[in-house]
Nanobody
Protein backbone atom coordinates (compact mmCIF):
# COMPACT_ATOMS: atom_id res chain seq x y z
CA UNK A 1 0.00 0.00 0.00
CA UNK A 2 1.43 3.34 -1.08
CA UNK A 3 1.64 6.00 1.60
CA UNK A 4 3.01 9.52 1.62
CA UNK A 5 2.93 11.02 5.09
CA UNK A 6 3.64 14.72 5.50
CA UNK A 7 4.68 16.29 8.78
CA UNK A 8 6.17 19.49 10.13
CA UNK A 9 3.35 21.91 9.47
CA UNK A 10 2.05 24.32 12.06
CA UNK A 11 1.61 27.94 13.04
CA UNK A 12 4.54 30.29 12.57
CA UNK A 13 4.98 34.05 12.67
CA UNK A 14 5.84 36.03 9.54
CA UNK A 15 9.55 35.82 8.88
CA UNK A 16 9.81 32.46 10.59
CA UNK A 17 10.83 29.04 9.29
CA UNK A 18 9.40 25.56 9.07
CA UNK A 19 10.68 22.31 7.62
CA UNK A 20 8.18 19.94 6.09
CA UNK A 21 8.91 16.25 5.67
CA UNK A 22 7.20 13.65 3.51
CA UNK A 23 8.04 10.01 4.15
CA UNK A 24 7.09 7.42 1.57
CA UNK A 25 6.33 3.72 1.72
CA UNK A 26 4.89 1.08 -0.56
CA UNK A 27 6.82 1.97 -3.71
CA UNK A 28 10.39 2.49 -4.92
CA UNK A 29 10.98 6.02 -3.69
CA UNK A 30 14.29 6.48 -5.50
CA UNK A 31 12.61 6.01 -8.91
CA UNK A 32 10.16 8.86 -8.47
CA UNK A 33 10.43 12.59 -8.90
CA UNK A 34 9.05 14.36 -5.87
CA UNK A 35 7.25 17.66 -5.62
CA UNK A 36 5.51 19.91 -3.15
CA UNK A 37 2.23 21.61 -3.96
CA UNK A 38 0.03 23.83 -1.85
CA UNK A 39 -3.59 24.87 -1.74
CA UNK A 40 -4.84 27.96 0.02
CA UNK A 41 -8.51 28.38 0.99
CA UNK A 42 -10.62 29.19 -2.04
CA UNK A 43 -7.72 28.73 -4.45
CA UNK A 44 -6.53 26.00 -6.76
CA UNK A 45 -3.68 23.72 -5.86
CA UNK A 46 -0.38 25.17 -7.09
CA UNK A 47 3.13 23.95 -7.70
CA UNK A 48 5.76 24.90 -5.12
CA UNK A 49 8.92 22.91 -5.81
CA UNK A 50 10.20 19.71 -7.39
CA UNK A 51 13.27 17.48 -7.38
CA UNK A 52 14.02 14.57 -9.76
CA UNK A 53 14.66 11.02 -8.63
CA UNK A 54 18.41 11.60 -8.60
CA UNK A 55 18.20 14.87 -6.72
CA UNK A 56 20.45 16.41 -9.35
CA UNK A 57 18.40 19.56 -9.84
CA UNK A 58 15.55 21.52 -8.32
CA UNK A 59 12.77 23.74 -9.58
CA UNK A 60 10.71 26.34 -7.76
CA UNK A 61 7.69 28.52 -8.23
CA UNK A 62 8.67 32.15 -8.61
CA UNK A 63 6.78 33.03 -5.43
CA UNK A 64 9.03 30.85 -3.25
CA UNK A 65 12.37 30.94 -5.07
CA UNK A 66 15.13 32.05 -2.76
CA UNK A 67 13.10 31.28 0.36
CA UNK A 68 12.25 27.58 0.05
CA UNK A 69 14.58 24.65 -0.50
CA UNK A 70 13.54 21.16 -1.56
CA UNK A 71 15.78 18.19 -0.87
CA UNK A 72 15.52 14.43 -0.63
CA UNK A 73 17.14 11.52 1.15
CA UNK A 74 16.56 8.36 -0.85
CA UNK A 75 17.93 6.16 1.92
CA UNK A 76 15.28 7.54 4.28
CA UNK A 77 12.60 7.65 1.56
CA UNK A 78 11.92 11.22 2.57
CA UNK A 79 11.59 14.55 0.79
CA UNK A 80 11.91 17.83 2.64
CA UNK A 81 10.82 21.40 2.13
CA UNK A 82 12.75 23.98 4.13
CA UNK A 83 10.70 27.16 4.25
CA UNK A 84 12.35 30.38 5.38
CA UNK A 85 11.18 34.00 5.51
CA UNK A 86 7.60 32.82 5.59
CA UNK A 87 4.85 35.23 4.60
CA UNK A 88 1.12 35.21 5.38
CA UNK A 89 0.48 34.37 1.72
CA UNK A 90 2.35 31.10 2.23
CA UNK A 91 -0.55 29.91 4.38
CA UNK A 92 -1.95 26.76 2.79
CA UNK A 93 -2.22 23.02 3.02
CA UNK A 94 1.02 21.59 1.66
CA UNK A 95 0.99 18.30 -0.22
CA UNK A 96 3.80 16.10 -1.40
CA UNK A 97 3.47 14.38 -4.75
CA UNK A 98 5.36 11.44 -6.19
CA UNK A 99 5.55 11.10 -9.96
CA UNK A 100 6.87 8.26 -12.10
CA UNK A 101 4.41 8.20 -14.96
CA UNK A 102 0.84 9.16 -15.81
CA UNK A 103 -0.25 5.90 -14.21
CA UNK A 104 2.10 5.76 -11.27
CA UNK A 105 1.78 8.96 -9.25
CA UNK A 106 0.65 9.56 -5.68
CA UNK A 107 -0.43 12.35 -3.35
CA UNK A 108 0.01 12.74 0.38
CA UNK A 109 -2.79 13.78 2.69
CA UNK A 110 -1.43 17.27 3.30
CA UNK A 111 -0.15 19.28 6.25
CA UNK A 112 -1.41 22.71 7.28
CA UNK A 113 0.97 25.66 7.34
CA UNK A 114 -0.34 28.89 8.85
CA UNK A 115 1.73 32.07 8.84
CA UNK A 116 0.24 34.64 11.15
CA UNK A 117 1.16 37.00 13.95
Amino acid sequence: QVQLVESGGGLVQPGGSLRLSCTASGYTFSNYAMSWYRQAPGKEREFVASIPSTGSSTDYAASVKGRFTISRDNAKKTVYLQMNSLKPEDTAVYYCYAYFSRIFNYWGQGTQVTVSS
